[in-house]
Structures are given as structure tokens and as C-alpha cells.
């Protein structure tokens, strides 16, 4: 079992920034992937960024150029700097991540781009 905890979640203004974090409870070096995914109400989650095990990152397209995805293995977290935010950016974030054929996600965390 994995269990994945979230900070950084909050409100921000249009063209502000945030970072998210993710910290795993094992060591994450040996997960298939660990990214993101954000969910507004009435929608399903949306890739927002993901990290697998080569290092690869892949982005939503709604996000790409204005997010940057991280991983600190040694820290077994994985951060999302979010820029140039957007009120479409607000939603719920949840950290997910992928070992051998099991998936887990995080409680969520909210994020409020208004001004």
C-alpha cells in the first residue's frame, strides 16, 4: 500500500503561481509513474502532468508551457509549479502514481485562481 500525501493548495490570483507537493511513503524510484490530475465539479480528471520511470514527463495540453513537473527521489515527492494560472485552472489536484499494476491517489488538494 502507498499512500500519497498533498500540500500546497490554495488561493492565487489570474497570473499568479503555486507549487504543489507529493510525498509518497516508499520510495518512489520504483514507480511506473507519478504525476497529477485535477477534477472539476461535474467533469472527469484531467491529466495535468506525469513523470514516469525513464524521467519522461507528459502534459496536458491545458497546461503545457505554464506548469513544470519535478520529481526529488530522495525526498520520494514530486512537485508541480504551476504559472500563469487561470480561473479554468481552478479544481481539485490529486497526486497519483502507478507500482507494478496498482494505482493510488491522495485525498486531493483544492486550488482557487480568482481574484
Known amino acids: 500500500q502507498v499512500q500519497l500525501q498533498e500540500s500546497g493548495g490554495g488561493l492565487v490570483q489570474p497570473g499568479g503561481s503555486l507549487t504543489l507537493s507529493c510525498a509518497a511513503s516508499?520510495?518512489?524510484?520504483?514507480?511506473?509513474?507519478m504525476g497529477w490530475y485535477r477534477q472539476t465539479p461535474g467533469n472527469q480528471r484531467e491529466l495535468a502532468a506525469l513523470?514516469?520511470?525513464?524521467?519522461?514527463?507528459v502534459y496536458g495540453d491545458s497546461v503545457k508551457g505554464r506548469f513544470i513537473l519535478s520529481r526529488d527521489n530522495a525526498k520520494s515527492t514530486v512537485y508541480l509549479q504551476m504559472n500563469s494560472l487561470k480561473p479554468e485552472d481552478t479544481a481539485v489536484y490529486y497526486c497519483?502514481?502507478?507500482?507494478?499494476?496498482?494505482?493510488?491517489w491522495g485525498q486531493g488538494t483544492r486550488v482557487t485562481v480568482s481574484s
Open positions: 513523470i514516469n520511470k525513464s524521467g519522461r514527463i
Open positions: 497519483h502514481a502507478v507500482q507494478d499494476n496498482d494505482e493510488y
Open positions: 516508499r520510495n518512489i524510484f520504483t514507480f511506473y509513474s
